[in-house]
């Protein structure tokens, strides 16, 4: 059984009450609790925390230095590190106490201005709950507090909570790393570049170089893979492409570890995802003439079909959301195994790669255009049996069950 479990059987720890709410329109201050000299990403512990409270509103943050402030108190010890969803939930969590899952040690909570000075003293000096802490507050280990379900990256994980040392940071950062990852995309981003990509990863962390300069770059390599492709010149055209997918990886990672994402860049990063793969595919077909190859029937209906596919496709998985509130490939198993190879940028850049490397990129995009229709029935197919599936209720991800 729980540790938490056993506080709340053994105190009968009452729901949160009005009481122990800070008032209307005073927000909660945030406080780390000691010092770690480990640095995770290139920053220290007590930055990261720093990071996580102001993104999620809590704008004034300091070190623990005993005074309560009068105000509501969130305090996060600096050598455990906390999954960004655990922080942004327990600040919505007034009269909480955060422990260990596995050990029962409390690790942050949020208290009230009165109980702040001896909750901070228990998270500076003790490694259980004291009864009386027990009894007036909430007890929760990170899956009760947050669950198991992350909508945003569409997976099923518990929330990490992870004890910083210095011989624990390998295993610390290749856990944050990992936690950065979709549970749902293609079969490159799944099964290739992670390994590659957390190396890069912690090297442009340590560079201080920002998710936006990983973008533009990869923004620059793009642009250089489609005249190459013009140009017919496929090998160093798809050399550019895999280099900018890659970097499309790390700059996801760098800003969710590094907890540095901004508006501009999820509209730069995203604009340019969206934007650029039927460019690619045209240039594809603008180059086979100079290097030689020709299409069946010419290319005007290869590129009909690809633009009017990509964009058919993405408003499949529009409407799919805004018809039944979930993502289109988290509803089922299959819907996740399809979107690993669904005709999207870097499956086709398989195709591509494969056919180029025969001597024969006319195949390779006539076997892309071929993949995008087949793909848009297989969407359409998926749209209509949500519709029937939903006159029964509303359908939900097999992930959150």
Not at 361 to 375: E, F, H, N, S, Y
């Amino acid at each position: 059984m729980k540790a938490a479990k056993i506080l709340n059987a053994s105190h009968g720890i009452p729901p949160v009450t009005a009481d122990s709410k800070q008032a209307p329109g005073q927000p909660p201050m945030g406080a780390t609790i000691g010092s770690n000299p480990v640095r995770l990403w290139g920053m220290s512990s007590a930055e990261r925390l720093r990071r996580e409270f102001v993104r999620n509103g809590v704008k004034e943050v300091r070190a623990w230095d005993g005074q309560d402030k009068g105000r509501a108190q969130l305090l996060l010890r600096t050598d455990f590190v906390f999954d960004e969803v655990l922080v942004r939930d327990l600040i919505q969590a007034p009269g909480t106490i955060l422990i260990d899952g596995e050990t029962g040690e409390p690790v942050g909570a949020h208290a009230n201005a009165e109980q702040a000075t001896s909750v901070a003293t228990m998270l500076e000096a003790s490694r259980i709950v004291p009864g009386e802490l027990a009894a007036s507050m909430r007890v929760v280990t990170p899956t009760e507090l947050s669950g198991s379900y992350n909508h945003a990256l569409r997976k099923r994980e518990n929330p990490f909570l992870l004890r910083l040392t210095r011989e624990s940071l390998p295993m610390v950062e290749k856990r944050m790393f990992a936690g950065s990852y979709k549970g749902v995309t293609d079969i490159v981003t799944k099964y290739v570049w992670p390994l590659p990509a957390r190396h890069v990863t912690k090297w442009c962390a340590l560079a201080k170089m920002t998710p936006n300069m990983v973008t533009g770059i990869g923004a620059v390599l793009m642009l250089l893979a489609l005249w190459l492709f013009a140009l017919g010149d496929y090998g160093l055209g798809l050399v550019c492409a895999w280099i900018m997918t890659f970097l499309d990886t790390v700059d996801g990672k760098l800003a969710r570890v590094t907890l540095t994402s901004s508006k501009w860049g999820n509209v730069f990063d995203h604009g340019i995802d969206l934007v650029h793969p039927p460019f690619w595919w045209w240039a594809w077909l603008v180059g086979l003439p100079l290097a030689g190859f020709s299409m069946p029937g010419g290319d005007g209906w290869v590129l009909a079909v690809i633009w009017i596919g990509y964009v058919s496709q993405r408003l499949q998985e529009g409407y799919f959301i805004k018809r039944f509130k979930i993502d289109m490939h988290t509803w089922r198993p299959f819907d996740g195994f399809f979107r690993l190879i669904t005709a999207r940028r870097n499956p086709n850049l398989i195709i591509l790669t494969l056919f180029t490397l025969l001597g024969r990129p006319d195949t390779g995009m006539l076997l892309v255009a071929i993949w995008i229709v087949l793909c848009f029935g297989v969407h359409m197919a998926q749209i209509i049996q949500a519709e029937r599936a939903s006159r029964d209720g509303d359908i939900r991800s097999h992930l959150s069950a």
